[in-house]
């Protein structure tokens, strides 16, 4: 089962700020916070993974508490082609060599309203 | 560069029949993976490898066989297709972590597939 917990939907109109809520409260030191979105039924696009600091690209900024129990993706001005599923995610370790594997739960739908 | 590229995007099947889904990357990633999503579902794990010549199951690996030949490509077989098999498959890759320290996911456009 995911690790996270995220609400099922969200609206946001457009041109504002879309915020996207996560809690993670049983993330350990050293596993790392991802978003992704998927669009559609297209394969899910990264957006933004950060550990302990909070992190800003192109696309989006990530808001880690200090206690990393929780994030918050921030998407500054949302247009409707962000209309989504978002996805955050913490990894788990796989037990064949140094890998891991993102679990995906159901995300967030995000709709972006004119 | 084309990143991830699944083949076929599309394949309609009869029970029973057999098929192989084609993934492949252009990026060296030593990691790829075959996910599986169903309607308002998101993705489980089928199968993964960590490098050329190694699979390892994941979650829902029943029914599915792999195979990576090949460090670029990675194969997902099914051999004898049933209804519950009808979804979308995703194949994705990523390069080694311990050299990144995170582990960004290239995905690609997924492969529906519809068994009847």
């Known amino acids: 089962d995911a690790k996270t917990t995220q609400p099922p939907s969200m609206d946001c109109a457009e041109g504002r700020a879309a915020n996207l809520p996560c809690n993670h409260s049983?993330?350990?030191?050293?596993?790392?916070v991802y978003w992704y979105r998927q669009i559609h039924s297209q394969g899910p696009q990264y957006i933004i993974h950060g550990l302990k600091n909070n992190e800003t690209n192109e696309m989006a900024s990530l808001i880690i508490t200090e206690d990393r129990k929780s994030s918050t993706l921030i998407l500054p001005h949302a247009t409707l082609r962000d209309t989504a599923v978002y996805y955050c995610?913490?990894?788990?370790?796989?037990?064949?060599?140094?890998?891991?594997?993102?679990?995906f739960g159901k995300g967030t739908k995000l709709t972006v309203n004119p | 560069n084309a990143g991830v590229t699944q083949t076929p995007k599309f394949r309609v099947l009869k029970t029973g029949q057999s098929m192989t889904l084609l993934c492949a990357q252009d990026m060296n990633h030593e990691y790829m993976y075959w996910y599986r999503q169903d309607p308002g579902m998101g993705l489980r794990l089928i199968h993964y490898s960590v490098g050329e010549g190694t699979t390892a199951k994941g979650e829902v690996p029943d029914g599915y066989n792999v195979s990576r030949l090949k460090k670029q490509n990675f194969l997902l077989g099914l051999e004898s297709a049933a209804p519950s098999q009808t979804s979308v498959y995703f194949c994705?890759?990523?390069?080694?972590?311990?050299?990144?320290?995170?582990?960004?996911?290239?995905f690609g456009a997924g492969s529906r597939l519809t068994v009847l």
């Open positions: 049983t993330i350990s030191g050293n596993e790392y």
């Open positions: 994705a890759s990523t390069s080694d972590r311990r050299s990144s320290g995170a582990n960004v996911l290239t």
């Open positions: 995610i913490v990894r788990e370790e796989l037990p064949q060599g140094g890998s891991e594997k993102l679990v």
